[in-house]
């Protein structure tokens, strides 16, 4: 249910906000392609940390509530894109990359849930949301240069995937150094 709700933000919040932009013909004929893009990527980076965090905002534990509204809005995201082509084309007409790229992007949606909710229990909501929706915003913008054949799509899946990983990792440095900190005192 965490990851419809959070989803929904995509089509009912971050389209509508990027329709507006790609239909200003100011913009248009102002921006640069790639500038374009990176307006459009952190839109979708701040939109959707925000609707990410808000469902665990309601619970006890707000940093596990972060790995569960990341991991189900990653999954909703992956059902979302992928399931259509699967309906038409069957699972193994898409290129194995494209799984790997939904699993890249699920675990990227955990750690960066996670580590905002992780900001959020140390007092640093705000910073925490700031900065990943930067980085989100980045991944995105190398997406959407990928897409505009801008960048080459597998030093971009390459890119998100080290993104993630690094992410994962502080998540779980954090997390585990909170825990020995706990115990120690």
Do not use: C
């Not at 979708?44 to 940390?49: D, L, P, R």
């Not at 509204?69 to 909703?76: D, H, R, V, Y």
């Not at 082509?85 to 990227?108: D, H, K, T």
């Amino acid at each position: 249910m965490l990851g419809i709700f959070s989803f929904a933000s995509v089509i009912f919040v971050q389209i509508p906000i990027q329709s507006v932009i790609i239909n200003n013909p100011t913009l248009k004929l102002t921006l640069p392609t790639w500038a374009l893009i990176l307006v459009l990527a952190m839109v979708a980076g701040f939109v959707q940390e925000i609707f990410k965090a808000l469902p665990p905002f309601l619970g006890e534990e707000r940093v596990l509530g972060g790995i569960i509204s990341g991991l189900a809005f990653g999954i909703t995201e992956a059902s979302f894109l992928l399931l259509p082509a699967i309906q038409q084309y069957g699972i193994g007409a898409l290129p194995a990359i494209s799984y790997v790229e939904r699993l890249i992007v699920i675990v990227f949606h955990i750690a960066t849930t996670g580590l905002i909710m992780y900001g959020s229990k140390k007092k640093r909501f705000l910073i925490s949301y700031i900065v990943i929706s930067l980085i989100h915003g980045f991944v995105d913008t190398l997406a959407g240069l990928a897409q505009s054949n801008m960048f080459s799509v597998m030093w971009v899946e390459l890119a998100a995937g080290l993104v993630s990983v690094i992410l994962l990792g502080l998540f779980v440095y954090l997390i585990k150094k909170d825990k020995t900190q706990v115990q120690l005192s």
